[in-house]
């Protein structure tokens, strides 16, 4: 019988277009060889051009899912991404403290990549409060990373001391991504605790894709159930989630969508196995 692959829980909301969420997340760790499982914490009405409704899943629906699979499989890493509302980071949070030692990755989705709003002000605070303290890597977009540092009087901070407010909440790794940024590439930053672990830059791809941040963390996700260093398993992620947006497609009137199995397609864009 084959090795049973890392396994890897992601919390996250189904998006039909199968360019972000849920979807997203779990061809991301197939195309990176773990066995994905899911929480369904919101159900989103959307095409490619954006969201038009959100369905949060009740809080005690996502506690039953998870621990019901929980208590029948061993997860290598976790991964939260949409969570729908506050009392749903609770019910997350709660699960998540039960376990400690294994990695988990909070992609703070506050907003899509093309401005729909995901997350009130209300479950911002509560993310900062009770689940991105329990994180071992949160992956905010550099909006999403000033938007939770932003105090009392509305003053932005840059982008090195916003990482430093939120690691001071407790989690133990922020990788801020550059895509939003207005620079000629895309630069991404690894921080701990003792300041930059390491930075990538990127060519900025032309064209508006859908679902980039979702890859990235799930991507990440999947390198750190099999087993590699927080560094290593981002700098494979960065080029997995790169080569994915690279080879992106338009399916529809709107964004494009990564290819995440850009592998499996052959120099002439076939599936590989076609006679
Ligand atoms: O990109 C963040 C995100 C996460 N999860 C779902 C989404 C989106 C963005 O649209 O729809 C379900």
């Not at 061809?27 to 490619?48: E, K, P, R, W, Y």
Request: aromatic residues 6%.
């Amino acid at each position: 019988m084959a090795n049973t692959p890392p396994i890897t829980l992601t919390f996250a909301g189904s998006d039909p277009s199968g360019g972000a969420g849920l979807q997203a997340d779990l061809m991301t760790f197939a195309s990176m060889g773990c066995h994905g499982l899911t929480v369904i914490t919101a159900i989103t009405v959307q095409d490619t051009l954006g969201i038009e409704n959100i369905l949060p899943i009740e809080a005690e629906w996502i506690s039953d899912q998870a621990r019901q699979v929980l208590e029948d499989m061993p997860v290598s890493a976790f991964k939260v991404g949409m969570i729908g509302s506050i009392e749903n980071i609770a019910a997350i949070a709660e699960i998540m403290a039960d376990y400690p030692d294994i990695p988990l990755i909070v992609d703070p989705v506050l907003s899509s990549g093309r401005g729909d709003e995901i997350s009130s002000e209300d479950m911002t605070r509560a993310l900062l409060e009770l689940l991105i303290p329990q994180a071992t890597l949160i992956t905010p977009n550099s909006l999403e990373a000033r938007r939770l540092t932003i105090d009392d009087q509305d003053e932005e901070l840059n982008l090195d001391s916003c990482a430093t407010k939120l690691l001071s909440t407790g989690c133990e790794y922020a990788l801020i991504t550059g895509t939003h940024e207005n620079t000629p590439k895309v630069l991404n930053t690894l921080y701990g605790h003792n300041g930059i672990i390491r930075q990538d830059s990127w060519k900025r791809l032309p064209g508006s894709y859908h679902g980039s941040g979702c890859t990235l963390s799930a991507a990440i996700t999947a390198m750190l159930a099999h087993g590699l260093p927080i560094e290593t398993a981002v700098k494979e992620a960065q080029d997995y989630t790169w080569e994915s947006l690279a080879a992106g497609f338009r399916p529809g009137m709107g964004q494009f969508l990564p290819d995440r199995f850009f592998w499996a397609q052959d120099a002439d864009g076939e599936e590989d196995g076609e006679s």
